[in-house]
C-alpha cells in the first residue's frame, strides 16, 4: 500500500476503530481523536476510531482478495459494542492495490460518543477527515466514503488561480434544517477538490 508517497507492507489494527501502519503506537483510547494532530496515534485510517470493546462480542477480520496488481486489503468490524453499551459497529474498510484509493464502508454507526472517521499521515501534521465525522458525535447506517488522489497537472500552490463552486450558496426559510453542499474547489492545472458539508441554518427571529 502506498500512502503519502511511502510503501507499506505491514498494518496494525486497533481494537478502538482504526488502522495504523506504524507498530507501537497510542490505542486511541478512549474516544476518537482530532485529524490532524501529534498527540495521538498517526500513520492511520480511522473506520470509527471511538472507545470499542471487542472482549465483549462481535469480530475483527481481515483478508486479501484478488490477484496482483488488483488485490484489496478488506479489513473489517462486526458487530463490535462500544465499551460498557450494548450498541454495535459494523464498518468495513477496503484497500486498493495501485489505485491506493481508500474505501470505507459504514453498514451501521450509532451514536455513543467522540468518533472519528478519516485519514492521517506519518507524524500527525497533514489529515483528512469525513466532514462532521472529526471527534464528534455522529451515526451513520449504510454509508460510503472514499479518500483517493485524482491528479491533474504538476501543481505549485503558490501562484495559481482557485475557483470555489458551491452547490448551494443562498439560503431561505424553506431551507431550515439540515442541507447537503457540495464545495468544488479547482485550481488552474486542473487539479480538484470535493467537500460535502451540511449546512444547518436556523431560526434566529424572536416574538415578544
Do not use: K
Request: glycine share 8%.
Amino acid at each position: 500500500m502506498c500512502i503519502r508517497d511511502r510503501n507499506y507492507t505491514d498494518f496494525y489494527i486497533s481494537s478502538n476503530g482504526f488502522v495504523t501502519f506504524t507498530g507501537g503506537q497510542d490505542s486511541g483510547c478512549c474516544s476518537g481523536g482530532l485529524l490532524p494532530t501529534s498527540n495521538d496515534a498517526n500513520n492511520l485510517i480511522a473506520l470509527v476510531w471511538e472507545d470499542l470493546n471487542p472482549s465483549s462480542g462481535g469480530t475483527i477480520r481481515y483478508e486479501t482478495i484478488g490477484t496482483a496488481p488488483d488485490r484489496i486489503l478488506v479489513m473489517e468490524y462486526v458487530d463490535v459494542p462500544y465499551y460498557d453499551t450494548s450498541n454495535t459497529v459494523t464498518a468495513q474498510l477496503q484497500l486498493f492495490e495501485g489505485t491506493n484509493r481508500i474505501e470505507i464502508h459504514s453498514s451501521d454507526v450509532p451514536s455513543d460518543g467522540f468518533a472519528t472517521q478519516g485519514i492521517e499521515n506519518a507524524n500527525g501534521t497533514e489529515g483528512l477527515a469525513t466532514p462532521e465525522r472529526n471527534s464528534q458525535t455522529w451515526s451513520t447506517s449504510n454509508d460510503y466514503v472514499a479518500f483517493y488522489y485524482e491528479p491533474g497537472n504538476s501543481a505549485n500552490n503558490c501562484g495559481l488561480t482557485t475557483s470555489i463552486d458551491m452547490s448551494q450558496s443562498l439560503f431561505t426559510c424553506s431551507d431550515l434544517g439540515a442541507n447537503v453542499v457540495t464545495v468544488t474547489v479547482t485550481d488552474t492545472d486542473g487539479n480538484s477538490c470535493l467537500l460535502y458539508t451540511s449546512p444547518s441554518p436556523r431560526d434566529l427571529s424572536t416574538s415578544r
